[in-house]
């Protein structure tokens, strides 16, 4: 798969994952609609796809519960996602957390600090 048609695949999968968790389609009591998909990295062949999610809450374990309820559905995911969209191959999906973002604000504050 060349690099454009992988990153068109990455936003897909992206943006309807998005669109599960805002609009509840997932009906797991761990994931909630506080969390956005930040990041999906497809490999070269689409067979799978890594999905990175972060939360608006400040809890790191509910974050950790999230990814263990969006695990135990990813199955229903994939199934949602190959009913959605046409693809030869519909991805197995790996979720991961993603702390980047709260690591940047508690970086950005300690250096606000450090320049007071």
Do not use: C, Y
């Amino acid at each position: 798969m060349d690099q454009i048609r992988r990153r068109r695949l990455e936003e897909l999968i992206r943006e309807e994952i998005s669109r599960m968790i805002t609009f509840g389609e997932i009906k797991d009591p761990r994931v909630n609609s506080f969390l956005s998909v930040t990041r999906v990295e497809a490999a070269q062949d689409g067979s799978h796809a890594k999905v990175w999610v972060s939360s608006l809450e400040d809890e790191e374990s509910r974050l950790d519960e999230a990814i263990t309820g969006l695990s135990h559905a990813a199955g229903f995911i994939q199934a949602l996602l190959a009913k959605r969209v046409r693809l030869r191959l519909t991805p197995v999906l790996t979720f991961f957390p993603d702390r980047g973002i709260k690591e940047g604000f508690e970086i950005s504050e300690k250096l606000k600090d450090l320049l007071k």
